[in-house]
């Protein structure tokens, strides 16, 4: 782990997409040429959903990890899916039991998808309950999790952008799993309304400043609890913003963050620097202890730099001026994991995916120092090979790239169908006779 902790020798930077109309258009027409190739692949996608809905039975040697589930998100209609991605008027509670596979059949960093519905849970991961509840019975459910936890302790996890319930669900199972944190915390999900689909960049970021109040609520709730002894939070991607944003206005309504909450670690923040920087100040001297887990070939964070202009805190180079003495400034220790590799092309999700460094959160997390979720459409993940062309030429050109695969893999229908079908229409109206 001191080998990963930020003293390293300077690296090579990772090669950002380059600007430019005539670059763009080559990427333009190569993305098209993948599509041609990969269209007999999309055929074979399969659109699931209803993986929440709970199984008969678990399997010998499956573990089960219970949490307590807050979200800003609307129920959906389908028990299986319980919430979609939609605001929600009110926060709403869940109790979910999730069942992970028997060692040997779980790969560490892994969530073993169901290749239908109902799961395997010999196989897969697969819910043991899942139970919409009210707020005080998720108090009491919290308060029976709570007791298992021999030093209760809270864990809070916020998962980021283009995250569905359950993507967000079994991912928080795998971590707390893989890491070690089963026994040790009391796991909590706060999940807020994204509505999973690389397209829904700007909603999901107005979902978050929608869920700061909630989170911030549920945070102060568990400060004030006497049960809880300790409060550590997880936050990836763009549930980075939510959080600082909800600890920053705790900091400013009581004058200090609760001195509860102990160890944040930020997983790949897709945050602007400088805003990071004033959000962690605003919170003042006595603060949390601040993880920062990054990555400096996260290519996702790339995009997002290219989208909004400024370095994202997830994929800076922490051996860099002014970096280095900014971080040491403000005692925010750095875990860099751009030599770790990843099953995630766009390295965004090591924190989760890379064995080792899940072991480094479960230590981080034991000591009290310190995912886009894989699961997309083939023509997202096309989309991303092609985002050069989309940020310089219009967010046209990428639905031009991406229309056909919306057309026969349905996970990508599901996620953006709805701008395709916009940018059809456009396309037919300004074609039609005047």
Same mark, same amino acid.
């Given at each position: 782990?001191?080998?990963?902790?930020?003293? %390293?020798?300077?690296?090579?930077?990772?090669?950002?997409c380059?600007?430019?109309?005539?670059?763009?258009?080559?990427?333009?027409?190569?993305?098209?040429?993948?599509?041609?190739?990969?269209?007999?692949?999309?055929?074979?996608?399969?659109?699931?959903?209803?993986?929440?809905?709970?199984?008969?039975?678990?399997?010998?040697?499956?573990?089960?990890?219970?949490?307590?589930?807050?979200?800003?998100?609307?129920?959906?209609?389908?028990?299986?899916?319980?919430?979609?991605?939609?605001?929600?008027?009110?926060?709403?509670?869940?109790?979910?039991?999730?069942?992970?596979?028997?060692?040997?059949?779980?790969?560490?960093?892994?969530?073993?998808?169901?290749?239908q519905?109902p799961?395997?849970?010999?196989?897969?991961?697969?819910?043991?309950? %899942?139970?919409?509840?009210?707020?005080?019975?998720?108090? %009491?459910?919290?308060s029976?999790?709570?007791?298992?936890?021999?030093?209760?302790?809270?864990?809070?996890?916020?998962?980021?952008?283009?995250?569905?319930?359950?993507?967000?669900?079994?991912?928080?199972?795998?971590?707390?799993?893989?890491?070690?944190?089963?026994?040790?915390?009391?796991?909590?999900?706060?999940t807020?309304?994204?509505?999973?689909?690389?397209?829904?960049?700007?909603?999901?970021?107005?979902?978050?400043?929608?869920?700061?109040?909630?989170?911030?609520?549920?945070?102060?709730?568990?400060?004030?609890?006497?049960?809880?002894?300790?409060?550590?939070?997880?936050?990836?991607?763009?549930?980075?913003?939510?959080?600082?944003?909800?600890?920053?206005?705790?900091?400013?309504?009581?004058g200090?963050?609760?001195?509860?909450?102990?160890?944040?670690?930020?997983?790949?923040?897709?945050?602007?620097?400088?805003?990071?920087?004033?959000?962690?100040?605003?919170?003042?001297?006595?603060?949390?202890?601040?993880?920062?887990?990054?990555?400096?070939?996260?290519?996702?964070?790339?995009?997002?730099?290219?989208?909004?202009?400024?370095?994202?805190?997830?994929?800076?180079?922490?051996?860099?001026?002014?970096?280095?003495?900014?971080?040491?400034?403000?005692?925010?220790?750095?875990?860099?994991?751009?030599?770790?590799k990843?099953?995630?092309?766009?390295?965004?999700?090591?924190?989760?995916?890379?064995?080792?460094?899940?072991e480094?959160?479960?230590r981080?997390?034991?000591?009290?120092?310190?995912?886009?979720?894989?699961?997309?459409?083939?023509?997202?993940r096309?989309?991303?090979?092609?985002?050069?062309?989309?940020?310089?030429?219009?967010?046209?050109?990428?639905?031009?790239?991406?229309?056909?695969?919306?057309?026969?893999?349905?996970?990508?229908?599901?996620?953006?169908?709805?701008?395709?079908?916009?940018?059809?229409?456009?396309?037919?109206?300004?074609?039609?006779?005047?």
């Amino acid at each position: 782990m001191r080998q990963l902790i930020s003293k %390293a020798r300077s690296r090579r930077r990772p090669a950002l997409c380059r600007e430019g109309a005539a670059r763009s258009g080559a990427r333009f027409c190569s993305g098209s040429l993948i599509i041609l190739s990969a269209l007999s692949l999309a055929a074979c996608s399969s659109n699931i959903k209803g993986f929440l809905a709970p199984v008969a039975d678990g399997a010998p040697g499956a573990t089960p990890v219970e949490m307590v589930v807050a979200t800003t998100r609307m129920k959906a209609g389908s028990p299986g899916e319980m919430f979609s991605g939609a605001r929600g008027p009110t926060p709403s509670f869940a109790d979910i039991v999730v069942s992970i596979p028997p060692d040997g059949v779980h790969k560490v960093g892994d969530v073993e998808w169901p290749k239908q519905v109902p799961g395997n849970p010999a196989s897969d991961f697969v819910t043991l309950k %899942a139970d919409v509840i009210d707020r005080d019975q998720a108090i %009491a459910t919290f308060s029976r999790i709570l007791q298992k936890s021999p030093k209760r302790q809270a864990l809070i996890f916020v998962h980021g952008f283009n995250n569905r319930f359950d993507d967000a669900v079994f991912r928080f199972a795998q971590i707390v799993h893989d890491s070690g944190s089963g026994t040790d915390f009391a796991p909590v999900l706060f999940t807020w309304p994204s509505q999973g689909s690389a397209f829904a960049y700007g909603y999901d970021r107005e979902s978050a400043n929608y869920s700061r109040d909630a989170l911030e609520n549920l945070l102060r709730w568990l400060a004030k609890n006497p049960q809880v002894t300790e409060i550590s939070i997880l936050a990836h991607s763009m549930g980075n913003w939510v959080t600082l944003e909800a600890l920053r206005q705790m900091a400013i309504r009581d004058g200090k963050v609760a001195p509860k909450i102990r160890t944040v670690l930020l997983a790949a923040p897709d945050v602007d620097v400088d805003i990071a920087r004033e959000q962690i100040a605003t919170m003042g001297a006595v603060r949390p202890n601040f993880t920062l887990f990054l990555s400096e070939d996260d290519r996702a964070l790339a995009l997002s730099r290219q989208v909004w202009g400024g370095p994202r805190l997830g994929a800076i180079d922490p051996d860099i001026e002014p970096y280095r003495t900014d971080l040491a400034r403000e005692k925010i220790e750095v875990v860099n994991l751009t030599k770790l590799k990843s099953s995630d092309e766009f390295n965004h999700g090591k924190f989760a995916e890379n064995p080792k460094a899940v072991e480094i959160i479960g230590r981080s997390l034991a000591s009290g120092q310190t995912l886009t979720d894989s699961r997309v459409g083939l023509g997202e993940r096309i989309m991303a090979t092609t985002a050069g062309a989309a940020t310089s030429i219009g967010h046209a050109a990428g639905l031009v790239v991406t229309a056909p695969l919306a057309v026969v893999d349905p996970l990508t229908r599901e996620h953006y169908g709805d701008q395709v079908d916009a940018f059809s229409r456009s396309v037919h109206d300004a074609a039609a006779p005047k």
